[in-house]
């Protein structure tokens, strides 16, 4: 097996999920992944070796279709893997030309989708409507000046056109939910298999969880289209007794509450530790999450969340069930929430959703290469 992503970093959700994959499936197929790093394309083999080729540097919005030296470099992979199947987990940092030139080959090729990129150079898919409707609003001039400053509807347009009937000629495009499917559908004619992520099973002691002060926790990027700052303005107007913890690589600057604490980036393995003591998740994305890893995480622990209604969090987390669900960037709204959990704890006798297992999710890749690959 070959995958390629467009890195392999410590943090992003897509490196997660392939890692959980090929972990699970180790003892069924040999996996290879090939990604850009800076200006060399690189091959990671099963055993961690690793082998360079001289690449080309990424280029965004405006990505080339086609890079000589880049797809020198993935041919000379692809002999050196032979591989009998190729997975496509993700195409951002590498040219357009990507899937046409995996289709000149006589490898089975798959295309999994984790945002909006096939459809959207901005691939959380930020600023296209209040309903969340991609396309076709995202090649649109008004929608380019408001993004990059500068008219690209000419080459957003042509860009979506040419990825939809590269992508309809692969074998098999997979998806994480429904919401995404139905999102791409509405550019890519073709069919898609909804296979929903799963995540490593862990055990956590939440022996010492307390009535109060109550234990609000965001895990997730810096990015402002994550809502941190959101979450921080409507935690801080809220007079009840409680502590935010805040993991990842977000900023403290200008933050002086003591009860906000920065943790700062984590590694997976510490998960088990960090929400230990965490009584309730809080996920408040501004843009469409297409999944999130992170509700999965925060149920495996037995914490209900508090999430932004929209996109695949609004059909996962039902309001008043498994969790609580507020306008995207409504700070006042999430703030008489997080002052409703306080005041009114009967939550703690939930019992939250069960997230998919790894395995689970595993069985269904392995089904699809197998009539793929044989």
Request: glycine share 6%; charged share 20%.
């Amino acid at each position: 097996m070959l995958y390629i992503l467009q890195g392999f970093g410590e943090q992003g959700g897509t490196e997660a999920h392939v890692r959980t994959l090929t972990q699970c499936l180790a003892d069924r197929l040999e996996a290879f992944i090939v990604f850009p790093l800076e200006d060399r394309i690189c091959l990671l083999a099963p055993d961690g070796s690793r082998r360079f080729w001289p690449g080309w540097q990424p280029q965004w919005p405006v990505t080339p279709w086609h890079d000589a030296d880049c797809f020198r470099a993935l041919d000379q992979v692809l002999q050196a893997v032979d591989p009998d199947l190729i997975h496509v987990q993700h195409f951002l940092n590498w040219p357009l030309g990507l899937i046409d030139h995996l289709n000149g080959y006589p490898i089975p090729v798959v295309i999994s989708f984790h945002d909006y990129y096939p459809i959207n150079p901005v691939f959380t898919g930020q600023g296209v409507d209040e309903h969340f409707v991609p396309y076709p609003r995202c090649t649109s001039s008004d929608y380019s000046l408001e993004m990059f400053g500068t008219d690209l509807a000419a080459h957003l347009k042509q860009r979506s056109q040419k990825l939809a009937e590269s992508i309809a000629l692969a074998e098999a495009r997979i998806v994480p939910s429904a919401f995404l499917k139905n999102a791409l559908t509405q550019a890519i004619p073709a069919d898609f298999e909804v296979v929903p992520h799963g995540i490593q099973s862990f055990e956590v002691d939440d022996s010492n969880r307390r009535r109060t002060p109550v234990d609000f926790c965001y895990i997730g990027s810096p990015f402002p289209q994550k809502g941190c700052d959101v979450l921080i303005k409507a935690f801080e107007a809220s007079p009840v007794d409680a502590r935010l913890h805040v993991f990842g690589g977000v900023s403290s600057n200008h933050v002086n509450d003591p009860n906000i604490r920065f943790h700062g980036p984590y590694r997976q393995a510490e998960l088990p530790d960090m929400l230990a003591n965490v009584d309730i998740g809080v996920i408040p994305s501004l843009f469409a999450e297409t999944f999130c890893l992170v509700l999965s995480e925060f149920w495996m622990a037995g914490i209900p969340v508090i999430a932004s209604d929209l996109g695949a969090l609004g059909d996962r987390v039902v309001d008043g069930d498994n969790g609580w669900t507020f306008a995207p960037g409504d700070s006042d709204e999430l703030t008489r929430v997080l002052e409703s959990c306080c005041l009114d704890q009967d939550w703690r006798s939930w019992t939250v959703d069960q997230p998919r297992s790894a395995e689970r999710m595993a069985k269904d890749y392995l089904s699809i290469y197998r009539s793929l690959a044989g």
